[in-house]
């Protein structure tokens, strides 16, 4: 507990009046830190620390690369600028040596500072000179990590582009006839994509797994052996990493792509509980693998899974090596089912896609996009394409689309003058040698055909679970999806004596949730709710596993 003369030794608070500063000493905390512990990280809720002892570190993370911005020593304060812009913490302050901070909430700062104009006046000019010096930093030109150098309708350099957006990595990407571009990686050639690092590193036909190695993101699990080995890093599995590593289970996710999952593809979630203004998919994932890994999970991307042994909990990576775990969470999510036209699969990166994820957004400015679907997930690309494209036209085959999309969307669609919806059409055909250029749509009432310029054509039409994979222990329906709890008894495929928990498959120990488990709903809140609940039904499972 702090002491009278503690408090009245702090500089900013050494000539307030006896009583208030024995209140200080009987309200603040007083924090005991480690070695590399936070007081606080970066966005947490705003308060006022003292520095008592020891010496505190000034982290951010740019770029996913975290910097020092400075340090605090005995005496000194932080939290100046959250206090006085009622913001989050623009950054982390972790203790680099065992250290003792007081922490001031905000309602006992501002009872101080009522009766101290003093106190106020020098926390408001010290939050000044902080905020010049975080707009000098804001200011300085951030370098990308990567640079690639590659054609428009190459679909290696489009699943390049695509991976690094996902991964939060941030590139540049200018095609081999820009100006630029020879003098980026002179004397390679341009027979396929070309990546350049920071470094001056240059790949030819880089590989995503390499790129990823480079990149510092893990693609080998650390360890022998998890309490926990989650397959799939959506919303479900991710939900499922935090809680397992905040609960202290050895946790690692799988994931053959980027965390996110199909979540991630969505351009904006505007009905996810505690955003307000809504949150992109791929923000949402980043907060959320960030949360994770924070709490000591291990994220491994760009690895698909090979095999599954449900007895022995082990999973075979595709490369051979296998992650041995106590218990196994199965959360694919589902994959975007695709349209049968004809054509189609040799277009697919080259103006055909499934989904659409916002960094899509610069492959069509100026142009006429189509969107085939009429679910949520449609109607959110939509939006976000019509800040960028010319026209947006959304392709249905229904009467209406009142009967699948939200209410909100809808409106908001209304009120964009350059979206149009097509009802009771479908795309017949699409056109175009090296690249998609046009498409015909068929009115299904007249059977009349146009046919329409097209610059992207991006398909919503519902999405399958893809678990022909998984091994016959695991019980699945006849549309794929992986039965759980009392489902798999009425199937009768329990064989224990104990009833499976609710999210516990056919396997025992092998739990599933999100979109690969057989449930009516299927939304973001609920995979993030059944990821943690997963994680309840493990610990029950290694407790009475012994």
């Not at 100006?179 to 050639?189: C, M």
Request: aromatic residues 6%; proline residues 4%; glycine residues 12%.
């Amino acid at each position: 507990m702090l002491t009278v003369q503690e408090v009245s030794g702090i500089p900013l608070f050494s000539d307030l009046p006896a009583a208030d500063i024995e209140r200080l000493a009987r309200v603040a905390a007083d924090i005991q830190l480690a070695a590399g512990e936070f007081a606080v990280h970066e966005g947490g809720e705003g308060a006022l620390f003292v520095v008592l002892s020891g010496r505190i570190e000034v982290v951010k993370t740019f770029d996913g690369i975290e910097r020092t911005l400075g340090w605090r020593v005995p005496g000194t304060i932080f939290g100046e600028v959250p206090i006085t812009l009622g913001s989050p913490f623009p950054g982390g302050y972790r203790a680099a040596e065992p250290s003792r901070v007081k922490r001031i909430e905000v309602q006992q700062y501002y009872a101080i500072a009522s009766v101290s104009k003093d106190v106020a006046q020098k926390v408001n000019a010290l939050a000044r000179e902080r905020l010049g010096g975080l707009q000098a930093i804001a200011s300085e030109p951030q370098k990308p990590r990567v640079t690639l150098i590659g054609h428009r309708w190459d679909t290696a350099c489009a699943d390049l582009r695509r991976f690094l957006a996902r991964n939060q990595i941030s590139f540049d990407w200018v095609t081999p006839d820009a100006p630029e571009a020879a003098a980026l990686v002179s004397g390679s050639r341009f027979d396929g994509p070309v990546a350049r690092l920071t470094d001056g590193t240059i790949i030819e036909k880089p590989e995503v797994r390499d790129l990823a190695n480079r990149l510092g993101l893990q693609t080998s699990p650390h360890a022998a052996e998890y309490d926990v080995a989650i397959v799939g890093g959506g919303p479900a599995g991710l939900a499922a990493a935090v809680y397992g590593a905040s609960e202290g289970l050895r946790t690692i996710v799988i994931e053959r792509e980027a965390p996110g999952g199909q979540a991630g593809t969505s351009s904006r979630i505007e009905n996810y509980l505690g955003f307000p203004s809504g949150i992109s998919g791929d923000e949402l994932a980043s907060r959320a693998l960030q949360q994770a890994r924070r709490l000591g999970a291990e994220i491994l991307v760009t690895r698909s899974v090979a095999a599954i042994d449900p007895a022995k909990h082990e999973v075979t990576l595709d490369g051979g090596d296998v992650v041995r775990a106590n218990s196994l969470i199965l959360a694919t999510g589902v994959s975007w089912r695709r349209l049968g036209i004809e054509g189609m699969d040799r277009l697919i990166g080259k103006g055909v896609f499934y989904g659409a994820s916002r960094s899509e957004a610069n492959t069509i400015h100026g142009q006429a996009v189509h969107l085939v679907g009429a679910g949520n997930s449609a109607g959110q690309a939509a939006l976000h394409f019509a800040g960028h494209a010319r026209q947006v036209t959304l392709v249905v085959r229904g009467a209406r689309i009142e009967d699948s999309m939200s209410h909100y969307l809808i409106e908001q669609l209304r009120a964009k003058s350059n979206i149009e919806v097509l009802v009771q059409t479908e795309i017949q055909s699409v056109h175009g040698d090296t690249h998609l250029t046009d498409v015909e749509i068929r009115d299904r009432v007249s059977g009349a055909v146009r046919r329409h310029d097209c610059g992207g054509l991006f398909i919503f039409i519902g999405a399958d679970a893809e678990t022909g994979w998984l091994p016959a222990d695991i019980a699945s329906n006849d549309r794929g999806y992986v039965l759980t709890g009392d489902d798999v008894k009425k199937a009768g495929r329990w064989s224990q004596s104990r009833d499976p928990y609710l999210l516990e498959t056919s396997a025992p120990g092998v739990f599933a949730c999100g979109d690969v488990r057989f449930s009516p709903v299927k939304r973001v809140a609920s995979a993030v709710g059944e990821g943690s609940m997963a994680i309840a039904f493990v610990h029950q499972y290694l407790a009475q596993k012994g």
